[in-house]
């Protein structure tokens, strides 16, 4: 049963424009989200993340918006670079007794054509 | 700074075989984790060290050992490789708690398990 979803496997978009990445959560438990990217042959490297007290944060091109009504997320990157190619992964925390737990989504491929 | 350094990058071994994943970091972090990818999933939380001394579980521990060396190292020991264990591991730490804040990964080690 996946907590974190990322419906779409991959998206193309054009240098220059606003490329909006999607994830939809079921546990409502979650408080913090993260995204972070990955290029081939390398580890996911952190790009912004947003608690659930909040419904926006920005950090440059990067944009994440949470509607928790909604149980959504989404990355909005603008305006898109070919450099941002990469597959990029939505993860959310939650509390597990004393500790806590990150849960990952299965990732989207961004792919931005110059 | 090297970061968060996987050994080996690439390793392919028998069913019943055992063998070691060395991590170690140079960025003073408290916290160490080790986690598995597979094809079209996200990453899945193998075992964590919130500090040098401790361990604990995470989503998918079972065939699995850890050490926490000392504060720099987290090694992960398969005992008698299965096929299911093929999977790219990646190596992660974090300053205070990597579930709200930025993890740093490693390159990953991909392994086969034939």
């Given at each position: 049963?996946?907590q974190?979803k990322?419906n779409s496997?991959s ?12 994830c939809?959560?079921?546990n409502?438990?979650f ?5 972070y990217k ?19 944060n920005e950090d ?8 928790k ?10 305006p ?6 990469a597959?990029y992964f939505?993860?959310?925390s ?5 500790a806590?737990?990150?849960t990952f989504?299965?990732?989207t491929?961004?792919?931005?054509l110059? | 700074?090297?970061g968060?350094t ?8 028998k069913?019943?075989q055992s063998m070691?994943?060395q991590?170690a970091?140079d960025m003073?972090h408290?916290?160490m ?6 094809p079209g999933?996200?990453l899945?939380l193998i075992y964590y060290?919130?500090s040098?001394g401790t ?5 998918v ?5 850890v ?7 987290f090694s ?8 299911s264990q093929t ?6 730490s ?13 390159p990953g080690t991909r392994l086969?398990?034939?």
């Amino acid at each position: 049963d996946q907590q974190v979803k990322q419906n779409s496997p991959s998206l193309s978009v054009q240098e220059g424009r606003i490329s909006i990445l999607n994830c939809d959560y079921t546990n409502s438990m979650f408080d913090y989200f993260l995204w972070y990217k990955k290029y081939p042959a390398e580890g996911p490297t952190f790009l912004i993340s947003i608690s659930s007290i909040k419904d926006k944060n920005e950090d440059g091109r990067f944009t994440v918006f949470l509607n928790k009504s909604a149980k959504h997320l989404s990355l909005h990157i603008v305006p898109s670079q070919p450099g941002d190619s990469a597959v990029y992964f939505c993860a959310a925390s939650s509390r597990r007794g004393s500790a806590r737990q990150l849960t990952f989504g299965s990732g989207t491929q961004l792919t931005v054509l110059p | 700074n090297a970061g968060v350094t996987q050994t080996p990058k690439f390793q392919v071994l028998k069913t019943g075989q055992s063998m070691t994943l060395q991590c170690a970091q140079d960025m003073n972090h408290n916290s160490m984790y080790w986690y598995r990818q597979d094809p079209g999933m996200g990453l899945r939380l193998i075992y964590y060290s919130a500090s040098e001394g401790t361990t604990d579980k995470g989503e998918v521990p079972n065939g699995y050992n850890v050490s926490r060396l000392n504060k720099r190292e987290f090694s992960l020991r398969l005992e008698s490789a299965a096929p299911s264990q093929t999977s790219v591991y990646f190596c992660a730490s974090s300053e205070g708690q990597g579930w709200i804040n930025e993890q740093f990964f490693g390159p990953g080690t991909r392994l086969t398990v034939l």
